[in-house]
């Protein structure tokens, strides 16, 4: 029975005078007790306050076990074990973790995983606990969920909130972390002969540059030689899921600028967008320094850059204003520069219209087809093309903060393996076949997914080197039927070309220009030029980075099984083509954020293909990256984090 | 009402062919519901869905609410406005924020506070907040809660959880804010014609050097001089609240040791500690040096010292374990090293045995009478004592991590104005008076608070300066008269020498050797020897410096209102004295954490003055800190962050 009352009921007592009162009173409660409007709310309060004790009381109890070593271990990560030593430059090589089977059963091959962001987790997360010997390297011991990154560096998120420990991840699949930046691939054929006999069998080393406490985590080249020392993993398949590195695009002085693809720069950036505050509020500093200061410009008008100058200007408005209303109200601008004719262009037009409508309403400067040409320390030159005149003229705005968030390219590694690799020549990334295989090396040993990879798209040589195994008559030209048998192996090495080549007698139509019949190599090379200018690369994107790496789990799953059970097909010409498909990406759609509001894009045709607006769809948007996190802990942070935005607003501490 | 089981009852309805058995199972529910075993627990579930519905549902409400610039601004805090130059070094001087009231009434006293920390805080909370006009000078533009430090070097809380914004704190009595570090004073008669005029009639101006983008937040001297630029603040009152830095205590080698002052020190200790065990982890590593990895060496035994000690324990035990138990077991050693006799010595005898046994079951390494000489790049050597042989020895042991927690000393700033003024020299701090100003200045002018002061305890001085004064009668000597006089002004300018000077009469008769009835010259030096040598001078504690913040605030609003109604005592002598009484420190206590236990040392005496023990204590010690806190937000967020350490443990990322 609830009690309430008796708080009234003591100061009466406490003065008999009155009793005459007490009995009206108890019977004004009783009435009141049985009105809704008294009994709901108590009901509630009770049970709020019921609710509260249990929670606390619970956590308190829970609480008190927690304070002792935690026996069951998640996985002993540690290396520390006697290794040979051997390799090029005669170093340790990773021993195995465990002894061989005692029955006579092959050991587990060893699967090293380079890299710890989108390709590597989804792969981890999908991979049958206990087929392989893992290893992950990674030069960061967390996995950082990137497309909150803008919202971290102004603090609408923590940084811990964002970031999973990777032995956590790794924890079950008992795996081992090794702390380094993956160098260079040795393959066993280019081994001598005491490398070959440490390395156990295995098909290559993978060289580690072992990350030094100096290092200061920033992705590219910061690192110092001399504080590293080199170590060997071998491997029997090696997945590179390295990411990429911020593209310059032909622009210079990009020392100048803020990159947002590590921690390091999100905290970095945080800092230098407070202090210029903090500066301009100083009665030293004159009124054209004040406006530098407090221009703040974004070079890159996608998704990244455009969720980051929403996010410091919601920063702005929301809490900065609170402590600087004039000079806010006076002179804060955020800038975003384009190369394209609009932003979000890789989106539906009507998001990005939506996008440009939001920020000229919000008073955020969007500054369309300009090619960014260099960044001093003190502003930004760019050639600004003007569409209905077609005139080029080049302006410079003075800037504050300058953020370059324009494309990707490889990292040193990557860029090395490209380099010595056949076949690769791609610019940005290294070229996989449809099963993720990266061209060049042996079949069924290295993989990329992710950033670092592209999937190859050159049909042409394709075709000509293959065209006498298609021309069964050996004419030189191709019949429908071989021309059918053609298409259909395409579209299994080519699944990105699938669009460009559905109906195959049409396509054989049309492009017989002759009307023979027959495809020659002209009206062939004809087709497949326009296939290709069709045809669009996937995007360097976290949801692909996750596909493919869910996708190799499946496949390395089904290796590792066929291979327990000695089935695999001992005389298939592709190995990896005979127990999997290819690799398809299927998109879910893109999501953006645009200071307190959204665009979603999705996978569907029809009126709901585009879909925006304000602070619902913000809220939408948020549901969908909570679901998307790799663990409860994120999700229960972030949303702690947003509660705490939403009590205290950002903390604008120079921490 | 409550209803529930409409959710069982639907398929039975959509089934009439059971209708049959629906009676009976209504039946069964209904005694069911009958037995509170059942009602209860549906109630308590009941109760949390719907508090949990409540509270989300309102926080969202709330949150979509706050997406907007905020109207009602925290404080303008900005100092953009026309100033006049001048000073030594012909530079900006901060003009008034406001214009002078037009009544004709004099405008508000300027009082400049310089430091951010316990002193200044608590000053600013006892602030009437429309006295005066609040200029606040911090290098740093928080409050760092200080006792939780060493939590922070270990991450089981939050480094944003333990700081709060000063502006936030100064809103309350809308203050200025200036960021930077103050670098001597100039009162107003050593200043130029000139700058008296631009100065308004302020009693001095304090030099500040603005803090630039640059700086990385260490509390000594690694700014960088050409990135900074100056700036006046005239004062009418200024309080020196700079607190103080680490002390070397005659060691050398000292850029190898960590400290633990700043946020910027448990920052980089918490990332050496996590490198340490991963470095030590690689195959790469040797056995000696693995062990010098895993050696962490505390030197200092008082609270930081053994709290850090403490921590460091947990943190290896309950989190960094988890993921490398073969090393962790074998090698991981903390050191506290110590050079009194006992670790805790300024507590009493039973908490330093608590802690050293404590510490000793818990196998944390603890060395006393242990001198530090030199911390070395890879150890730490200190000359031990042997109490019982009397034997002195050195010694070295290799290190991982040191951290120097020795004691304290003077800034560059507040050494440079002990060397300037006179009366001064101490060695650690600016001697004050019992009034807190500091001595050798104009008095009513320049206080300081904390770590920064110390009181002045030369009676010796006070007395032979002013024996005149006290002998009446002029013949050299004092009679019981005369000399009971003297003991009362004592008491009210030096009341840390309270204890020593209590009971009059005795004093006199003890010290009158010759019974003469009279107190000569060296019968009175012999007692203040004594007194002085009982005397024990206030430790550096925030507790201290929050009383003595407050204390000031008292004094400096009385002054301000009485100045207001224009009743300041015209004649006083000594204004400070005729309007407030001397500070005088009362002792709250002193805890400790000793690592998932603490201790408590209260201000009482008898059986209840020291308390300790493990979990409970735990709990004590956290309820203590959290009701300390300056803000409600900090507490909530101390509160999750224990809260996440129970659920998901410290993480151990490189962050």
Chains 1, 2 share one sequence.
């Not at 919000?362 to 600004?384: K, L, M, R």
């Not at 968030?405 to 056949?422: E, Q, Y």
């Not at 045809?535 to 949801?543: L, N």
Request: hydrophobic residues 40%.
């Amino acid at each position: 029975m609830i009690r309430i009352g008796s708080a009234w009921r003591a100061p009466l007592r406490a003065a008999p005078l009155v009793r005459a009162r007490t009995f009206s009173s108890t019977s004004v409660r009783a009435s009141l007790w049985k009105s809704r409007w008294v009994r709901y709310p108590v009901y509630g309060l009770g049970s709020l306050a019921f609710s509260a004790t249990a929670v606390l009381g619970g956590l308190l109890i829970y609480d008190s076990m927690t304070y002792h070593r935690v026996l069951v271990t998640d996985t002993d990560t540690s290396l520390e074990r006697a290794c040979e030593w051997g390799g090029p430059a005669n170093r340790p090589i990773l021993s195995r973790a465990n002894a061989p089977p005692a029955d006579g059963r092959p050991p587990k091959e060893r699967l090293v995983i380079v890299g710890g962001g989108w390709g590597a987790v989804s792969l981890l997360k999908s991979l049958d606990p206990d087929v392989y010997e893992v290893t992950l390297v990674s030069p960061t011991n967390y996995f950082l969920f990137t497309p909150l990154l803008p919202a971290v560096a102004v603090g609408t998120v923590g940084v811990r909130s964002v970031t999973e420990s990777l032995r956590r991840l790794l924890a079950r699949t008992r795996g081992q972390f090794v702390q380094g930046a993956a160098v260079n691939v040795h393959p066993h054929e280019s081994l001598d002969r005491h490398t070959l006999q440490a390395m156990d069998g295995a098909r290559g080393l993978l060289e580690v540059e072992l990350i030094s406490p100096q290092w200061d985590g920033s992705a590219d080249g910061e690192r110092k030689p001399s504080d590293t020392s080199v170590m060997y993993v071998p491997y029997d398949k090696l997945v590179i899921a390295v990411g990429s590195v911020t593209n310059n695009h032909g622009a210079t002085g990009l020392e100048h600028a803020f990159r947002l693809k590590t921690v390091r720069d999100a905290q970095r950036l945080r800092k230098q967008l407070l202090e210029n505050f903090e500066m301009a509020s100083l009665p030293t500093t004159s009124d054209e320094e004040r406006k530098r200061l407090l221009s703040f410009v974004v070079c890159g008008g996608g998704p990244t850059g455009v969720e980051l100058a929403a996010e410091i200007h919601d920063m702005i408005e929301e809490d900065v204003y609170k402590n600087y209303p004039s000079i806010v109200e006076r002179e804060a601008q955020v800038h975003v520069l384009q190369n394209e004719t609009h932003i979000l262009n890789t989106y539906a037009e009507a998001i990005s219209k939506f996008a440009e409508q939001r920020f000229r309403s919000e008073d955020v400067d969007v500054v369309t087809n300009a090619q960014v040409t260099q960044i001093h320390p003190d502003g930004v030159s760019f050639e600004q093309f003007n569409p209905l005149t077609g005139e080029k003229f080049m302006r410079t705005i003075p800037s504050g903060c300058t953020v370059w968030s324009v494309g990707v390219t490889m990292n040193d590694f990557t860029r090395r393996l490209s380099t010595t690799l056949p076949n690769q020549g791609h610019r940005h990334a290294l070229k996989v076949d449809s099963q993720l295989r990266v061209l060049g090396t042996e079949p069924g040993t290295v993989y990329a997914v992710g950033d670092a990879s592209t999937l190859d798209s050159d049909l042409k040589g394709y075709i000509f080197g293959h065209l006498d195994r298609f021309d069964k008559d050996k004419d030189g030209e191709l019949t429908l039927a071989e021309f059918t048998q053609l298409i259909k192996v395409l579209r299994l090495k080519f699944p990105i070309a699938n669009e460009q080549l559905q109906g195959i007698k049409p396509l054989f139509e049309k492009y017989d220009f002759d009307k023979n019949e027959r495809l020659c190599a002209n009206e062939l090379a004809e087709m497949i030029a326009d296939a290709t200018k069709n045809m669009t690369s996937y995007p360097p994107t976290a949801q692909i980075a996750s596909q493919e790496g869910k996708y190799l789990a499946h496949k390395l799953n089904r290796y590792a099984s066929l291979r327990a059970r000695d089935a695999l097909p001992r005389d298939a010409e592709d190995l990896d083509e005979a127990i999997h498909k290819p690799f398809v990406f299927r998109s879910l759609g893109s999501i953006a954020y645009l200071g307190n509001a959204a665009a979603f894009e999705l996978p569907i045709p029809g009126p709901f293909k585009t879909l925006f607006g304000g602070l619902i769809a913000m809220y939408a948007w948020r549901s969908v990256y909570l679901s998307e996190m790799v663990s409860l802990r994120t999700r229960v942070l972030v949303l702690g984090d947003y509660i705490k935005r939403s009590l205290w607003g950002r903390d604008v501490l120079w921490l």
